[in-house]
């Protein structure tokens, strides 16, 4: 009898989540369906299956958003960014540790508050400063701003890492005749391959969604990244339901 009940109980779970997962993509199969039928198809029945599969729509916004220059504009920023941050912050870090100069712990300091401001709180003198030099609308600018705001954060993290690496190896690679800049790149570098795939993760992440910064400084439809092609083209297309 036991038994029974557990086996109705059960068939009930999968009832209800068969049900539940119908229901949650059910949007999704609505939107794919849609985007095979002409706009004529779309209003007279969207809930139908297309009469005749067209991959007009998926060409039209292809073309009009420029997708492919916006990828590769994103792509650009993004790798040149992540790389500058991951390169400098780290650099930074090392030398904020291994040098114990007063000065070293306000610039630590300096680097642990700035993440406290939020760039809402900038964003209106950033631009209207870069604009008085004639420096909007262009994506290294872009990219030398990514890479200022990511480095609080990166520095911060890098930090915490590199003091936990044992001072010896570094001194028994100076004696080998390594100088210091070779010691960070060969000995010390190697070491952080945790926290830089931390940091790689969510920089990409970041510069990758990002829609704000770029929307303040690119300004020309040509130097637009990927997030500010699809919003201009959902801004200038969106009565076409297909």
Not at 150 to 169: N, R, Y
């Amino acid at each position: 009898m036991i038994g029974k009940k557990n086996r109705i109980l059960r068939l009930v779970k999968t009832v209800f989540i068969i049900i539940l997962l119908i229901l949650f993509n059910l949007p999704f199969f609505l939107m794919v369906n849609n985007s095979f039928k002409t706009t004529q198809q779309f209003v007279d029945d969207p809930f139908a299956l297309p009469k005749s599969i067209s991959f007009k729509n998926y060409i039209d916004a292809f073309k009009k958003m420029s997708f492919l220059r916006g990828l590769g504009n994103s792509f650009v920023i993004m790798t040149i960014s992540v790389f500058l941050i991951i390169v400098s912050s780290s650099m930074a870090a090392y030398f904020l540790v291994r040098n114990k100069w007063r000065l070293n712990k306000i610039l630590y300091a300096v680097y642990v508050a700035s993440m406290i401001v939020p760039f809402q709180a900038i964003m209106i003198p950033l631009v209207s400063i870069y604009g008085k030099l004639k420096l909007l609308n262009n994506k290294w600018i872009l990219i030398f701003m990514y890479m200022g705001f990511g480095q609080a954060f990166a520095v911060f993290i890098f930090h915490g890492f590199i003091k936990s690496i044992p001072l010896e190896m570094e001194e028994a690679a100076l004696i080998d005749g390594c100088n210091r800049i070779k010691t960070f790149f060969l000995i010390v570098l190697p070491l952080l391959k945790p926290v830089i795939v931390t940091i790689l993760i969510l920089d990409v992440l970041w510069i990758w969604n990002d829609y704000l910064l770029p929307s303040l400084i690119l300004l020309s439809p040509s130097e637009r990244t990927l997030p500010l092609s699809t919003y201009s083209f959902f801004t200038s297309y969106s009565v076409d339901y297909a």
